[in-house]
């Protein structure tokens, strides 16, 4: 795949976000005149019109990453995953030997929990009956930045790590998308007529895992649920002959798993695995707002499948060449259809 060979230069990858949400660069492809336009964010309202719809993702990140020690005083590391039963969440675990009876002592407090499981690469730890483990995340927990973000998670993560419409718990990656929308810029859309929705879709670890082969790579399943409002909005517009923007991939994955081809709803709500790529057939979006992902990732493969591997490639290779900050906290992308 062509993709595969884009350069990803690491002093290009954002360690932090911008100042200002809606002040990055947008880069533009119209995949119809085969074009590249570069803007600011804030300039993407006057590309809406009255009769579109835009949809964003409103899960809410948690405070997965937790720090702890062994008895002995050895350091840990835990990624919670999901919850799997009362207080027992699967998660990542770093640390030297730790098996399935090890008890760690959380950092900063003295709670203990202990690994009650290990299956290859991922874990299940169990927290005291008693507790709430939600409760303990947001006193004690750290937003879990992407792995290529070198550097501990700080005060400023916890605002603009997060959207300014998150709601619903459950994502241990954010959907970096809709992070440079602000409720100024929102309301400025909604000003020229364009109709808003949400749906959510909780964004797992697995957005990061290379696709080593496309023919056999398994999707890690993520959460979706869409409510019949979003659903009543998509066929509104689509009557009107209006355009449905998704903002992030994870809006793309929810949409058209949620979707048959003649537009009615198949799953309102559940876990998918849809792995998105050339050459699909999108059913529900026709414009796609996303970041520069990194080229390994199922995240490429929906992008290319939307625009055009061809297309893909020259505009990273132009983002290069220009200096756009790249993936989550970096600058931003427009798809035309």
């Known amino acids: 795949m062509k993709l595969s060979k884009i350069n990803i230069p690491e002093e290009l990858i954002a360690m932090y976000p911008s100042s200002e949400r809606d002040a990055c660069k947008l880069l533009c492809i119209d995949v119809k005149t085969n074009s590249i336009e570069h803007l600011i964010f804030k300039d993407v309202v006057d590309l809406f019109s009255k009769n579109d719809l835009l949809v964003f993702n409103d899960t809410k990140v948690i405070k997965a990453r937790l720090f702890a020690k062994k008895s002995s005083g050895g350091k840990a590391e835990l990624l919670l995953l999901k919850e799997k039963n009362k207080n027992v969440w699967e998660c990542l675990v770093k640390g030297k030997n730790i098996k399935k009876g090890t008890k760690l002592f959380l950092e900063t407090t003295n709670i203990e929990v202990e690994i ?40 400023l993560d916890n605002e603009m790590y997060q959207t300014v419409f998150a709601k619903n718990k459950g994502s241990v990656a954010a959907p970096t998308a809709s992070l440079h929308f602000t409720e100024a810029l929102i309301e400025k859309i909604r000003d020229k007529g364009v109709d808003i929705g949400f749906l959510t879709l909780h964004v797992g670890y697995g957005t990061f895992s290379p696709v080593k082969d496309p023919d056999t790579h398994i999707m890690h399943e993520e959460y979706f649920s869409i409510n019949k409002e979003l659903h009543d909005k998509i066929c509104a517009c689509k009557a009107r002959s209006g355009k449905i923007w998704a903002v992030g991939t994870t809006v793309v994955r929810a949409l058209e798993s949620a979707f048959d081809e003649e537009l009615k709803i198949k799953l309102y709500s559940g876990g998918t695995r849809l792995f998105i790529r050339p050459p699909y057939r999108f059913k529900v979006v026709d414009r796609l707002i996303t970041n520069f992902h990194h080229p390994s990732t199922s995240l490429m493969y929906l992008v290319s499948a939307f625009a055009g591997e061809d297309i893909i490639h020259s505009a990273y290779k132009e983002a290069v060449s220009r200096h756009y900050k790249l993936l989550s906290y970096g600058d931003a992308m427009l798809i035309i259809r």
């Open 116 to 155: 009650v499981d290990v299956n290859e690469i991922k874990y299940e730890v169990e927290f005291p009956s008693f507790m709430n483990v939600h409760d303990i995340l947001e006193s004690s927990g750290n937003i879990p930045l992407p792995p290529y973000i070198k550097r501990q998670a700080q005060d």
